[in-house]
């Protein structure tokens, strides 16, 4: 069975940096493109960034282009989301997805960036 966990929220100070983690069971992320989105309170669930099967390609939201970083460990079956310069605006639960039969989903983690 396909589950994906993130890992590496917390609480950071205005400028700070976190690094989120993606691991992937039940499945060879290999094969998958894989994508961060995120959902504020209030907000509806947006895409932040995505990267090929093979980490080739990449695609970033305007607003964290320059700032976010995804990349791949395929020997971990993990992908991350580094993150700097945080902003409060980023305050949000970051999930990960891919697509395999279906829409799957981890279960979040929350990243709260605050003074």
């Known amino acids: 069975q396909l589950q994906l966990v993130e890992s590496g929220g917390g609480l950071v100070q205005p400028g700070g940096s976190l690094r989120l983690s993606c691991a992937a069971s039940?499945?060879?992320?290999?094969?998958?493109?894989i994508g961060w989105f995120r959902q504020a309170p209030g907000k509806e669930r947006e895409g932040v960034s995505c990267?090929?099967?093979?980490?080739?390609?990449?695609n970033y939201a305007d607003s964290v282009k320059g700032r976010f970083t995804i990349f791949r460990d395929n020997a971990k079956n993990t992908v991350y989301l580094q993150m700097i310069s945080l902003k409060p605006e980023d305050t949000a639960v970051y999930y990960c997805w891919t697509y395999h039969v279906r829409d799957n989903w981890g279960q979040g983690t929350q990243v709260t960036v605050s003074s």
């Open positions: 990267i090929s099967s093979s980490g080739g390609s990449t």
């Open positions: 039940g499945l060879i992320l290999d094969y998958y493109a």
